[in-house]
Nanobody, 112 residues
Framework: QVQLVESGGGLVQPGESLRLSCAASGISFSIYGITWYRQAPGKQREYVAVITSSGGTAYADSVKGRFTISRDNAKNTVYLQMNSLKPEDTAVYYC??????WGRGTQVTVSS
């Protein structure tokens, strides 16, 4: 299976923003939906947001209004713009499509 590569994580203060990227190589994923998940320490992996092949989007209630998922098919990349970050957003973030295995994720830490 294809493995997607997540990037863009880091350490930020509450209220700040980050943009995560999810890139694929070796496959044109424009026909696939892509989902972002996250896993906080000691917790199960949870759904964050999804974008369909046609650009439709949906979000978990916990991030609605703060996060925006988008895609650039020419770059084979999906983005997750995260604004107004909270400490409870701290987690490893993963992206996945039906065609892919789990990647290594990217760490997001929100702390003052």
């Amino acid at each position: 299976q294809v493995q997607l590569v997540e990037s863009g994580g880091g350490l930020v203060q509450p209220g700040e923003s980050l943009r995560l990227s999810c890139a694929a190589s070796g496959i044109s994923f424009s026909i696939y939906g892509i989902t972002w998940y996250r896993q906080a320490p000691g917790k199960q992996r949870e759904y964050v947001a999804v974008i369909t092949s046609s650009g439709g989007t949906a979000y978990a209630d916990s991030v609605k209004g703060r996060f925006t998922i988008s895609r650039d098919n020419a770059k084979n990349t999906v983005y997750l713009q995260m604004n107004s970050l909270k400490p409870e957003d701290t987690a490893v973030y993963y992206c996945k499509g039906s065609f892919s295995s789990w990647g290594r994720g990217t760490q997001v830490t929100v702390s003052s």
